[in-house]
T-cell receptor, first 115, second 109 residues
Framework: ETGVTQTPRHLVMGMTNKKSLKCEQH?????MYWYKQSAKKPLELMFV???????ENNSVPSRFSPECPNSSHLFLHLHTLQPEDSALYLC??????????????FGQGTRLTVV | GQNIDQPTEMTATEGAIVQINCTYQ??????LFWYQQHAGEAPTFLSY????GLEEKGRFSSFLSRSKGYSYLLLKELQMKDSASYLC??????????FGAGTTVTVRA
């Protein structure tokens, strides 16, 4: 248990569906992150929020839409996804985006399958 | 972009020692992290290096050479539960954390 909770753990959706992934942390952290993890590939940073403000969008397609209503919650809204978007989506948090010596705490991820 | 390389797979025997190497080329440097990830679970933090040298934490040690862009994670007295993926991650000059593809370590009896 890392203190970062993601729901759902597994999600199967059609290419025309709309779904949302949820991430929650009560560690008092101010930075939250979305990563994509595909098999045999490095974790890809998607979005960063620092004090509820988006500070990074790593050229992510618009079919992925993040939302950060407060420092404890982060959402990833999904619509019209493609089969190649199937992956493990990991949420992480850290005290601040600018702290160099503090690690990020990861959730267990949502295993997404697009059919 | 950032470039972080580590071997894809390693196999070792229970009780043995395994060294996982990581080389990196990044724009600036603000620390190197090692994470462990068991299948289906969250990556969990193992170690952090920002200065050259060896950091020891129980059976796990991590080494850093900034001038060589090189780190290794040393796992001693291997146990079956150490079978996992080990991720090398570097925080660059803009404080962005980039990951390698991970090294899958299989421990055999």
């Amino acid at each position: 248990e890392t203190g970062v909770t993601q729901t759902p753990r597994h999600l199967v959706m059609g290419m025309t569906n709309k779904k949302s992934l949820k991430c929650e942390q009560h560690l008092g952290h101010n930075a939250m992150y979305w990563y994509k993890q595909s098999a045999k590939k490095p974790l890809e940073l998607m979005f960063v929020y620092n004090f509820k403000e988006q500070t990074e969008n790593n050229s992510v397609p618009s079919r992925f839409s993040p939302e950060c209503p407060n420092s404890s919650h982060l959402f990833l809204h999904l619509h019209t996804l493609q089969p190649e978007d199937s992956a493990l989506y990991l949420c992480a948090s850290s005290p601040s985006e600018w702290d160099s010596n503090t690690e990020a705490f990861f959730g267990q991820g949502t295993r997404l399958t697009v059919v | 972009g950032q470039n972080i390389d580590q071997p894809t797979e390693m196999t070792a025997t229970e009780g043995a020692i395994v060294q996982i190497n990581c080389t990196y080329q990044t724009s600036g440097f603000n620390g190197l992290f090692w994470y462990q990830q068991h299948a289906g679970e969250a990556p969990t933090f193992l170690s952090y290096n920002v200065l050259d040298g060896l950091e020891e934490k129980g059976r796990f040690s991590s080494f850093l050479s900034r001038s060589k862009g090189y780190s290794y994670l040393l796992l001693k007295e291997l146990q079956m539960k150490d079978s996992a993926s080990y991720l090398c991650a570097v925080r660059d000059g803009d404080y962005k954390l980039s990951f390698g593809a991970g090294t899958t370590v299989t421990v055999r009896a």
